[in-house]
């Protein structure tokens, strides 16, 4: 390159090889983002069709990866944190799913190893899929299954609205838990409408 009057070519030399290891290691933590995204989906999608085998696969790797990269913007890369932000709220997402279908507890942000915006997001995605799995319960007359998601999803929502929320977007997902509760109470009445049962009170 051209000699500059106030700026060393050496010295640009350095800048250049550093922006361009930044710029390799940032196409890579996005690619590990990608692979937990997918795996996440995969877990999910697994776990709604009783598939266990296939969500025991992927579960155990999708925690080393969402460690790796945790780790990696946390420690070494701070000023690519945002981009992994997406995967890890995808993480928490398919690991609200598997603990509750699994154990029938919530997990908490500790125990996933996760900043509390990722996991307070992730858990409020993971109703709209605790959802699905108890409409695909109700389609073969497992109604109490949709009773306790409906308690689940009244807890998830209670707790939300009591952190009063003064970012927009968390609030809006507030409201997306909110909505998905009262679909899944309609969903229940017409069921058992159709049945000729009673409505159960909530407890």
């Given at each position: 390159?051209?000699?500059?009057?106030?700026?060393?070519?050496?010295?640009?030399?350095?800048?250049?090889?550093?922006?361009?290891?930044?710029?390799?290691?940032?196409?890579?933590?996005?690619?590990?983002?990608?692979?937990?995204?997918?795996?996440?989906?995969?877990?999910?999608?697994?776990?709604?069709?009783?598939?266990?085998?296939?969500?025991?696969?992927?579960?155990?790797?999708?925690?080393?990866?969402?460690?790796?990269?945790?780790?990696?913007?946390?420690?070494?890369?701070?000023?690519?944190?945002?981009?992994?932000?997406?995967?890890?709220?995808?993480?928490?997402?398919?690991e609200v799913v598997y603990h509750y279908l699994k154990e029938k507890r919530l997990p908490t942000h500790e125990e996933l190893g996760v900043p509390e915006e990722a996991y307070v997001?992730?858990?409020?995605?993971?109703?709209?899929?605790?959802?699905?799995?108890?409409?695909?319960?109700?389609?073969?007359?497992?109604?109490?299954?949709?009773?306790?998601?409906?308690?689940?999803?009244?807890?998830?929502?209670?707790?939300?609205?009591?952190l009063n929320f003064k970012n927009f977007d968390y609030r809006k997902k507030v409201d997306y838990v909110g909505g998905i509760l009262n679909r899944l109470i309609d969903y229940i009445?017409?069921?058992?409408?159709?049945?000729?049962?009673?409505?159960?009170?909530?407890?």
């Open positions: 390159m051209k000699k500059g009057k106030y700026l060393k070519p050496e010295y640009v030399n350095q800048l250049k090889n550093t922006f361009r290891q930044l710029e390799d290691k940032r196409d890579e933590l996005l690619q590990l983002g990608r692979t937990i995204n997918k795996n996440s989906k995969t877990i999910i999608y697994s776990l709604i069709r009783d598939d266990w085998e296939e969500a025991e696969k992927y579960i155990q790797e999708n925690r080393q990866l969402a460690k790796q990269l945790l780790e990696e913007v946390t420690t070494r890369y701070p000023q690519y944190y945002n981009n992994a932000f997406i995967p890890l709220q995808e993480y928490v997402e398919a997001t992730g858990l409020m995605d993971a109703a709209g899929e605790l959802l699905r799995k108890a409409v695909e319960e109700m389609i073969k007359d497992n109604i109490d299954f949709a009773w306790e998601v409906r308690q689940v999803l009244e807890d998830i929502y209670l707790a939300m609205l009591s009445f017409q069921k058992q409408t159709r049945r000729g049962e009673n409505i159960k009170s909530s407890e």
